[in-house]
């Protein structure tokens, strides 16, 4: 991809592209029998509640939107159980949740400068670990994460009891990564 690609905080106005976004997310899963995400997952008001706490981007190419995501900074409940392994760190973590791509920008490592991004956040907020978990289905997802340097940590499991594939990336703190512009979440970078 040629044009350069910018993120930032996500927007009330943005709510239809974003969820434009996540429907074409959901077919893909329908298509592959994924039961990760549905008709009523995630829907317009956890975006707008993501949005509210300040944890909700977007990808721009221009000004098309073509990438959604959480980077939330909060504890995950969800995280407190794993099963089959453990966290590798015990100290703070990010968690990427509702990661998702347009579909005519896929294969273009929209995902990954996206992913990128939200790990040298951390990074300028001194968080060395990011999580994320998926559908064992998913295994676009779950190739993506392992070529992306996640390690398979074990299993949770999301709110109402169903099984999630969780992963950690442990984070460097290269100075050479770090900007100082990056404190200012109002801003857009650029990739």
């Keep these: ?20 976004i996540i429907s074409m997310a959901v077919a893909y899963m329908k298509e592959n029998h994924i039961a990760q995400w549905s008709d009523t ?11 509210e706490a300040a944890e909700s981007y977007v990808c721009l190419a ?11 900074l909060r504890e995950e409940p969800n995280y407190a159980r794993i099963d089959g392994g453990s966290w590798e760190n015990n100290g703070p973590y990010g ?11 896929k294969g273009h490592s929209v995902a990954a400068a996206f992913v990128d991004h939200l790990e040298k956040m951390c990074i300028n907020k001194n ?11 998913n295994v676009s997802m779950r190739r993506f994460l392992e070529k992306h340097g996640f390690l398979c940590r074990g299993t949770i499991y999301v709110e109402d009891g ?7 990336k442990k984070l460097e703190n290269k100075t050479d990564t770090k900007r100082e512009d990056w404190k200012n979440e109002g801003n857009t970078d650029q990739l």
């Design 127 to 137: 968080i060395y670990s990011v999580r994320v978990d998926t559908h064992r289905d």
């Design 1 to 20: 991809m040629e044009e350069i690609l910018k993120i930032r905080a996500s927007h009330v106005e943005d709510l239809p592209e974003i969820m434009e």
């Design 41 to 51: 997952y995630p829907d317009a008001a956890r975006i707008l509640k993501d949005m």
């Design 95 to 105: 968690v990427i949740h509702r990661l998702a791509v347009d579909n005519d920008f």
């Design 162 to 168: 169903t099984p999630r594939t969780a992963y950690e």
């Design 62 to 72: 221009g000004e098309r939107i073509i990438g959604t995501g959480v980077l939330s």
